[in-house]
């Protein structure tokens, strides 16, 4: 069964992107099938996977427009079990189009139906801004990751983000779950982060997930060359940590569906 994953927080500089690309490109390797598709904007996604502009032979922005069907737009990636689906908004006219676009929040929605077979996860990038395309990501998904950053900021960002899920639940996707709240840029025995830890816990203790991604230069620098951290330097402890976090999520799926398995059948009288 597909789970679709979006991956979203109204912040930007919490490692977002980051964690998209490199949870896709883990999941990948660890031989799931993957879309990864990018509704930011800013195409970071296409960066950090080496798609320059004249690689994208169309995105988001055409199947909005009604120009391209969702297949078309699909780009194999270097990773085998790896594709993605760039935004494609190569100009302002571009942005504000698609942006007036999504205000349908379940157009994503319904153009993702035909593909979900054919793969295991689909991991949605959002833009760092609530309602549009992050509403149409949230309308689709199964569930969210939230990735936060040690500082005071990312904890209202947070906030923000919970009272929104409750508005989607009841707008557009009443099974909308949090998949967990994920840490990243993690630096251990700073003030910061001891304080962020605290609130974390007192909070939002049942949504943390165990894995923890380190503060990691190659992380960085992968992004740099346009290439998934696991193809840049697979034993830097960041790739490490994007690994670990892969294996936890299908662990959490393997044992939901399990779960679902054995819930004993009533007796029908």
């Not at 597909?2 to 999941?27: E, Y």
Request: charged share 20%; net charge positive.
């Amino acid at each position: 069964m597909t789970k679709i994953l979006a991956i979203a927080i109204p912040k930007g500089g919490v490692g977002k992107t980051t964690t998209a690309v490199n949870l896709a490109a883990s999941l990948a390797v660890l031989e799931k099938r993957v879309l990864l598709i990018d509704t930011d904007p800013f195409g970071a996604c296409s960066m950090a996977l080496g798609f320059t502009q004249e690689k994208i032979v169309g995105g988001l922005y055409e199947v909005f427009n009604f120009m391209h069907s969702m297949p078309k737009v699909i780009h194999r990636t270097d990773i085998a079990f790896l594709d993605f689906v760039p935004i494609n908004t190569r100009n302002n006219q571009m942005e504000e189009r698609i942006l007036r676009l999504s205000e349908n929040r379940t157009l994503l929605k319904n153009i993702l139906r035909p593909i979900i077979p054919h793969y295991d996860y689909i991991i949605i990038d959002t833009p760092p801004f609530l309602r549009g395309l992050t509403a149409n990501a949230l309308a689709c998904a199964d569930s969210v990751l939230i990735p936060i950053r040690s500082g005071h900021f990312s904890l209202e960002g947070i906030d923000k983000l919970f009272k929104y899920f409750e508005w989607i639940r009841e707008a557009s996707n009443k099974t909308l779950q949090v998949e967990g709240i994920l840490q990243t840029m993690y630096e251990p025995h700073t003030k910061v982060t001891e304080i962020t830890e605290r609130e974390l816990q007192l909070r939002f203790r049942k949504y943390m997930l165990k894995t923890i991604i380190p503060k990691n230069t190659h992380l960085i620098e992968a992004a740099f060359y346009g290439k998934p951290a696991i193809l840049f330097n697979a034993a830097s402890k960041g790739t490490l940590a994007y690994l670990e976090l892969a294996r936890e999520l299908m662990g959490r799926q393997q044992s939901a569906s399990q779960q679902l398995q054995t819930v004993p059948v009533q007796n029908i009288a």
